[in-house]
């Protein structure tokens, strides 16, 4: 895989939710498998487009049109300091959501293949970490990673380091998920 020199940017949101029993989740989205992050798990995102007021725009539009969910149930709660891709070079801006629970998800064709919602218990196990093989079409052979298994998929990454520095915060109830 090659890498890029040039940064580029883009902005996700990272949708918190409540099921049934009162359990915290996250929405993460299954990327298709193709172009540089395909197979992937990550947050719905990407980058920006030139009728983007701003990259909070660019996190809701895209969070629209990846997974249905309406920027109308997105209570945004903040932005996080932006994290630098390693292979990729983007700088991704992320922003912290409260959305309802009981969504109906409707994924964008060619672009998500999937949604998962683990826990945030789940997410924040340290037992849950693992070296892990991550392919891909971009990947064929594989690349070992840090990172932990979902459902037959592997967080890792930028995900994973975003993780890191947030699931702290949720767990020490920062926000009002």
């Known amino acids: 895989m090659e890498t890029v020199d040039e940064i580029r940017v883009a902005a996700v949101l990272a949708p918190f939710f409540r099921d049934a029993a009162g359990e915290l989740r ?3 989205i299954v990327r298709a498998d193709r172009g540089i992050h395909g197979g992937q798990v ?71 293949v999937g949604i998962l919602t683990p826990t945030v218990q789940t997410l924040a196990d340290p037992a849950a970490r693992q070296r892990l093989r991550f392919t891909s079409a971009a990947l064929p052979d594989g690349m070992m990673v840090d990172g932990i298994a979902l459902d037959g998929h592997v967080l890792w990454g930028m995900t994973l380091r975003l993780l890191d520095d947030m699931l702290p915060r949720v767990l020490a109830g920062e926000w009002d998920l």
């Open 26 to 28: 996250l929405v993460l």
């Open 42 to 112: 990550g947050f719905p995102g990407g980058k920006p487009e030139p009728g983007d007021a701003d990259l909070l725009e660019t996190a809701l539009r895209e969070s629209e049109e990846e997974i249905g969910l309406g920027r109308d149930r997105v209570a945004v709660l903040e932005q996080l300091p932006p994290l630098l891709t390693v292979l990729t070079r983007y700088l991704v801006h992320p922003f912290v959501g409260r959305i309802p629970a009981g969504l109906d998800w409707r994924l964008e064709p060619g672009e998500v």
